[in-house]
């Protein structure tokens, strides 16, 4: 039996086509409902519009089929098969304002989400390579950022920790999401097209697995499921296809097999009461690139960026993690960069290094703005040295809280073989950034240079 236009698709396909909608837009702060959740039968696959359509133009409609749903069918696992339901796309968003700190979520921290991404690598197989990527795009699970408080969003919407990125395996390679959610809903009944079989383990744990596919403006992406109901009220999706998270396409195989995926949904350090082990550190900080267009720096070089890097003395500072661990910037930026917090009593702050290629010398010295104070100098060899201050109040998360004053200092330098490498630091007054002959001294590290 062909497949046909605008075919009802299952559930679970639904699920994940929204999921992967999500993975581009958790990077700016919103996250798209529906995300890979128990299935609802509101889920439909109508044609949805773009959202760059503008009232002088019709929207843009996208044709979405899957394969065509037998019914009646037998199921493995499934004692009664119900049939399958229409209704429409359900989608909402919803703004993240609590970071990994959402009091709705207690079970949930950074620390937290750096145990279950630590548990979700080890549970891969081995042979099985996640790509060089910024740690959002590295299987960090993310906050959760709903609120449950928001009369906009649905009843029981929201509550996921999502972690994605890209894996390679031999010719495969493809997209992985994973999501968390601690659920008191029910095991949901088994719906002809949302499963391929109804799993049962020894610990009470429930795992429906899904082999399947879906075209979306007649490109095909191949999708393997497992959604695992676990006895303590932890629900957890794996999903992985052969499309690539960064849009270059798809490799035209999924690199995890079904009952892989299967096991890294039961893993138990995915489950929300598995505790956090002694000595978990928080999430890292997250950084931005240097500068928005620029050259590519493959994972080689960034090693040896590290190693430049963790030589630089930092002597009597505390930091939360070594540094020496760049990462892309993300698909706003190039380059690649790192950022840390300063533990260290009285000496509290946040340093930051990016580092980008293929950039212009500065002819100009940048203007003064919003009371920043900026100088700049040429070296002898041409390179070109910024150092800016600014003073800014960043508004606290905690209810009642008074906007707290902050100062930034940076030091740029852009060298004539175009590396850029951007230094800063910032600190909540009263405490002080670091000095700016210590920023330019890591700036001008003469081994930071990408030739």
């Known amino acids: ?7 009802q698709p299952s559930r679970a396909v639904s699920g994940w086509t929204v999921g992967l909608v999500c993975v581009a837009i958790v990077a700016s702060g919103v996250i798209v409902g529906g995300l890979l959740h128990e299935p609802e039968p509101e889920l439909t696959t109508k044609p949805v519009p773009t959202a760059t359509a503008t009232p002088s133009r019709p929207p843009v409609e996208s044709s979405y089929v899957t394969p065509p749903v037998v019914f009646p069918v037998e199921i493995p696992g499934c004692a009664v098969v119900e049939p399958p339901t229409e209704g429409n796309l359900m989608a909402w968003a919803s703004y993240g304002t609590f970071g990994y700190d959402n009091p709705a979520y207690p079970w949930f921290s950074g620390p937290k989400a750096v145990a279950m991404s630590r548990a979700l690598r080890d549970g891969l197989p081995d042979d099985v390579e996640v790509a060089f990527a910024s740690d959002e795009q590295s299987l960090l699970f993310q906050p959760i950022l709903d609120d449950p408080e928001d009369a906009d969003s649905p009843p029981g919407a929201g509550g996921w920790t999502t972690a994605s990125g890209t894996l390679r395996r031999g010719a495969g390679e493809g997209g992985l999401m994973v999501t968390v959610r601690q659920s008191t809903a029910p095991v949901p009944p088994c719906v002809a097209g949302d499963l391929d079989e109804r ?17 979306i403006d007649k490109v095909r992406t191949l999708s393997r499921t497992a959604r695992a109901y676990l006895p303590d009220g932890t629900a957890v999706t794996t999903a992985a296809t052969d499309q690539r998270t960064d849009g270059s396409g798809h490799s035209g195989t999924v690199p995890l097999t079904v009952d892989e995926l299967a096991a890294l949904a039961a893993a138990p350090g995915l489950r929300v009461t598995t505790p956090v082990p002694p000595g978990t550190p928080d999430v890292p900080e997250s950084c931005s690139g240097a500068t928005e267009t620029g050259g590519m720096i493959d994972e080689g070089v960034t090693r040896r960026l590290d190693a430049v890097l963790a030589r630089i003395p930092l002597d009597g500072l505390t930091l939360d993690r070594p540094l020496g661990q760049l990462r892309p910037a993300g698909p706003s930026a190039s380059g690649v960069c790192q950022a840390v917090r300063i533990t260290t009593p009285g000496r509290e702050s946040r340093l930051s290094v990016a580092i980008a290629t293929e950039q212009r010398l500065p002819e100009d010295a940048p203007p003064n703005r919003d009371g920043d104070r900026v100088t700049t100098r040429r070296l002898p060899d041409g390179t070109v040295v910024e150092t800016r201050e600014s003073r800014f109040s960043v508004q606290s998360q905690k209810p009642g809280a008074q906007p707290v ?39 001008t590290t003469p081994d930071l240079e990408v030739r």
């Open 1 to 7: 039996m062909e497949a046909r236009e605008e075919a």
């Open 405 to 443: 004053p902050e100062t930034m200092r940076t030091v740029t330098v852009t060298r004539p073989s175009g590396t850029r490498i951007h230094v800063s630091s910032t600190a909540a007054e009263p405490i002080e950034p670091f000095p700016f002959a210590q920023l330019e001294a890591i700036a």
């Open 199 to 215: 799993r049962r383990l020894a610990d009470g744990t429930t795992v429906d697995v899904h082999d399947t596919w879906y075209e």
